[in-house]
C-alpha cells in the first residue's frame, strides 16, 4: 500500500523559510518522480514542483520557481520541499504525490498523503 507523510507546515511570516517533508513507503521510491500541489479551500489543485527519478531534474511552477527548491533522499524515501520568500499568496494545503498529471490547466493527484498546512501571515 502506497503511503505518504507530509509533515513540517506551520506559520510563517511573509519573506520567511519552511521546510516541508514527506516520508513514502510501498513503492520503490526511487523508480518514481515526486512531486509537489497545493490547494487552498474551493480552489483547483495547483502543482508546484516535480523531482525525476535518477538524475533528479527538477520543474518549478513560475510562481514558485526561484524561492522554492524540491529534494529527495532516495536512502531515506523521503521528498523535501524548501521554501525562501514565503508570500501570503503560498498559503495552501501542501500535498505531496507520485502520481501528478497535468492536462492543460488540470490537475491531478490521485496518490498524495494527507497534507500539512503552510499559512504565511503577517
Known amino acids: 500500500e502506497v503511503q505518504l507523510l507530509e509533515s513540517g507546515g506551520g506559520l510563517a511570516e511573509p519573506g520567511g523559510s519552511l521546510r516541508l517533508s514527506c516520508t513514502a513507503s510501498g513503492f520503490t521510491f526511487a523508480r518514481y518522480p515526486m512531486s509537489w500541489v497545493r490547494q487552498t479551500p474551493g480552489k483547483a489543485l495547483e502543482w508546484v514542483s516535480t523531482?525525476?527519478?535518477?538524475?533528479?531534474?527538477?520543474s518549478y511552477a513560475d510562481s514558485v520557481k526561484g524561492r522554492f527548491t524540491i529534494t529527495r533522499d532516495e536512502a531515506k524515501n523521503t521528498l523535501s520541499l524548501e521554501f525562501n520568500s514565503l508570500k501570503i499568496e503560498d498559503t495552501a494545503m501542501y500535498y505531496c504525490?507520485?502520481?501528478?498529471?497535468?492536462?492543460?490547466?488540470?490537475?491531478?493527484?490521485?496518490?498524495r498523503g494527507q497534507g500539512t498546512k503552510v499559512t504565511v501571515s503577517l
Open positions: 504525490s507520485k502520481d501528478v498529471k497535468k492536462v492543460g490547466t488540470v490537475v491531478t493527484a490521485t496518490q
Open positions: 523531482i525525476c527519478a535518477g538524475r533528479g531534474t527538477e
